[in-house]
């Protein structure tokens, strides 16, 4: 390891530098909630401490990853940097089919007239 990195990193910090939440509270919430897993064994602890080679279980957009920890980072930088933090072990799954659209989108008019049929309002603001 380099002298700028350290041995070990605060499990919330390293999820947050490899952009996989979007600030460090989301991460500890993640954590603290008991939704992550560090070599297969639940942890609650956002201050955790991961190094290279550790193996993190949690659930991100209604998808299961599963990460090898490669480096711990230095900082929170661009997305390639990010992704070169960590390997993605997961097999990708097969995605969902985004809902196909029955006819054309509806009119402003089309949309008050839907609101009045299920007693929305009378449609005045």
Known sequence: MSATQPDKLR??????????????????????GGHVRV???????????ITPGDVLTFAQARQARVIKIVELGARRGPASEAQALYEDL?????????PE?????????????????????????
Not at 11 to 32: C, E, G, N, V, Y
């Open 90 to 98: 997961a097999p990708p799954g097969p995605r969902e089919p985004a």
């Open 11 to 32: 499990l919330d910090k390293w999820l947050w530098h490899a952009r996989f939440f979007k600030t460090r509270t989301l991460a500890a919430k993640q954590i603290s």
């Open 101 to 125: 659209r029955v006819g054309e989108r509806p009119t402003k008019k089309d949309r008050r007239a839907m609101d009045a049929l299920r007693g929305g309002g009378d449609g005045d603001f």
């Open 39 to 49: 070599n297969g064994e639940r942890t609650i602890k956002p201050a955790c401490g």
